[in-house]
């Protein structure tokens, strides 16, 4: 008996020693291999081995996404460049992109439609200067009061071909910046007025920064001027001097336009860099009062075949004028045998509203004659033309003679 017991527990241990091996050794045996799935850290953030291509990880959206490419060099690019795309989204959109959409759906104030030789100049004025100064990738959020007032200072500095910018052009090149800003702000790309911050700066000797009044001709000039015009001319510029008309306007006129009996003309169109479009704007559609004297002489130059579509001033081919060629053919040559410079197409315009006023025509009627929207307008641009004494003192007695009322004054 004893001797069984002692073979049992001899192979007990026995089956002790055999089982213990076998323990020992099963987290060998049953090892989890990695999936081939499975994303292997690189050295650089954000991108990863999985097998024999890489994965960049990035987040757009709140959401984690991930993109799969066949080499290391590619996941970095393209991690670097989601990176890029989402800075760009926090800071908004650059100044360039903003622009050029703005330009293009641009409606104006609301009084008008903005016309297409408008939102040209503006596209021309953002494009030459603006552009040329900020960087290509500068973003809306960016653009502070020291970068935009850095673009001010580098405008009144800047050299063209025709020399420094004049006052009046520099304003005019804000202007579109201006409106881009604002709307910018008001669809809450931008914080802050940034629109305000466009300032002129104040002059070298500390004086505000000023604008010229509008050049006009006296009497004496403008006949030294005209004495100049060769004669196949002199109706062109006569009409200029004596209609205040825009020289775009001018040179649109067709004989349909004309009323030699009445005798005035219509201006109901105008060509800009020779593209026929509307008047400045709907108060520049007008009926302006023509002299007699020219108006025969307009009507003595009419060719027998001319239609009443056809131009009242074409080019020697019958297309419409190239008011470069005429100012610098005909005007400047003509201004310099007079002993003047500086005189532009515009000049005339002023002219022909200093004599008016000279003649006591009202402001009202004034802004009518010009085409101005408005006679505020008219007053800011002529106004200092306008005689400033004190008239005398009215007598109310002496206006209302002849009553009871005068005689209680008396």
């Known amino acids: 008996m004893a001797e069984k017991l002692g073979a049992m527990r001899h192979s007990r241990g026995l089956q002790c020693l055999v089982e213990v091996?076998?323990?020992?050794?099963?987290?060998a045996t049953r090892q989890r291999k990695r999936s081939p799935d499975a994303l292997i850290r690189t050295p650089y953030p954000g991108v990863y081995r999985r097998g024999r291509r890489y994965v960049a990880?990035?987040?757009?959206?709140?959401?984690?996404?991930?993109?799969?490419?066949?080499?290391?060099?590619?996941a970095r690019a393209?991690?670097?460049a989601r990176q890029a795309e989402a800075r760009a989204e926090r800071l908004g959109p650059t100044l360039r992109s903003h622009a050029l959409r703005w330009v293009d759906g641009h409606a104006g104030l609301g009084r008008?439609?903005?016309?297409?030789?408008?939102?040209?100049?503006?596209?021309?004025?953002?494009?030459?200067f603006a552009f040329r100064y900020f960087p290509l990738d500068i973003r809306l959020a960016e653009l502070d009061r020291d970068k935009l007032q850095g673009f001010v200072t580098w405008l009144a500095a800047y050299r063209g071909e025709r020399g420094r910018l004049s006052d009046r052009s520099i304003a005019n090149v804000l202007v579109p910046l201006r409106l881009c800003l604002a709307e910018a702000e008001r669809e809450g790309l931008v914080v802050g007025e940034p629109a305000k911050a466009l300032l002129l700066p104040r002059r070298r000797g500390g004086n505000g920064w000023?604008?010229?009044?509008?050049?006009?001709?006296?009497?004496e000039q403008l006949r030294g001027v005209l004495a100049g015009i060769p004669a196949e001319w002199l109706p062109f510029f006569d009409l200029l001097a004596s209609t205040g008309l825009r020289v775009s306007e001018a040179i649109a006129l067709r004989w349909m336009d004309l009323d030699l009996r009445a005798p005035c003309l219509w201006v109901r169109r105008s060509i800009v860099r020779g593209v026929v479009g509307a008047p400045k704007s709907r108060f520049?559609?007008?009926?302006?009062?023509?002299?007699?004297g020219l108006a025969a002489r307009?009507?003595?130059?009419?060719?027998?075949?001319?239609?009443?579509?056809?131009?009242?001033?074409?080019?020697?081919?019958?297309?419409?004028?190239?008011?470069?060629?005429?100012?610098?053919?005909?005007?400047?040559?003509?201004?310099?045998?007079?002993?003047?410079?500086?005189i532009g197409f515009h000049a005339f315009r002023h002219t022909c509203a200093s004599m008016l006023i000279e003649r006591g025509l009202s402001p009202l009627r004034l802004q009518r004659w010009m085409?101005?929207?408005?006679?505020?307008?008219t007053l800011d641009t002529y106004g200092h033309l306008i005689d400033a004494e004190m008239v005398p003192a009215l007598d109310l007695a002496a206006e209302l003679s002849g009553s009871a009322v005068a005689q209680r004054l008396r």
């Open 371 to 377: 085409g101005h929207h408005s006679a505020a307008y």
């Open 57 to 74: 990880v990035y987040r757009r959206d709140g959401r984690q996404r991930k993109e799969t490419v066949s080499s290391f060099a590619e």
């Open 284 to 292: 520049g559609r007008r009926c302006v009062p023509l002299d007699p």
């Open 21 to 27: 091996p076998s323990v020992a050794t099963l987290p």
């Open 112 to 128: 008008d439609t903005v016309a297409e030789r408008t939102r040209r100049e503006y596209r021309r004025l953002i494009t030459t």
């Open 210 to 219: 000023h604008f010229e009044q509008g050049r006009f001709l006296t009497r």
């Open 298 to 342: 307009l009507a003595a130059r009419r060719e027998p075949e001319a239609g009443e579509e056809d131009l009242v001033f074409p080019s020697a081919r019958g297309t419409p004028l190239n008011t470069d060629n005429v100012r610098y053919r005909v005007l400047v040559p003509a201004v310099e045998r007079a002993g003047l410079s500086g």
């Open 78 to 80: 393209v991690k670097v």
